[in-house]
């Protein structure tokens, strides 16, 4: 079973910018599908970036969209490691940012759906202060 751990988050000013890690431990995600969700203080949680296990197919909720970006390292020797660019972060983006993954399908997507992610991490704290 994989392990996801995420790095990175922290307090940043508001239009400033943080870079979030998620790797896997146990085994490689190469295979599988990648996201990112957040839950702000007293809400719900909430959909924010999703990569395809080729990396070839991405998708972003519209509010961070132009200012986060995902990607993924497949090399065949590197970690495996999915990375969540944030820049311009307003106070609305503070939130527990959780790394997600999808185990159980192989298909090129990054699916929206908290449901079809059956691996969670959990959760790296991302504050912005206005």
């Known amino acids: 079973q994989v392990q996801l751990v995420e790095s990175g988050g922290g307090l940043v000013q508001a239009g400033g910018s943080l870079s979030l890690s998620c790797a896997a431990s146990g085994r490689t995600f190469y295979s599988h599908a990648v996201g990112w969700f957040r839950q702000p203080p007293g809400k719900e949680r909430e959909f924010v970036a999703a990569?395809?296990?080729?990396?070839?197919?991405?998708?972003?909720?519209d509010s961070v969209k132009g200012r986060f970006t995902i990607s993924r390292d497949n090399a065949n020797n590197a970690k495996h490691t999915v990375y969540l660019q944030m820049n311009s972060l307003e106070p609305e983006d503070t939130a527990l940012y959780y790394c997600?993954?999808?185990?159980?399908?192989?298909?090129?997507?990054?699916?929206?759906?908290?449901?079809?992610?059956?691996?969670w991490g959990q959760g790296s704290q991302v504050t912005v202060a206005s």
């Open positions: 990569i395809s296990w080729t990396g070839g197919t991405t998708n972003y909720v």
């Open positions: 997600v993954a999808d185990s159980r399908r192989f298909v090129d997507e990054a699916t929206a759906y908290q449901s079809q992610y059956d691996i």
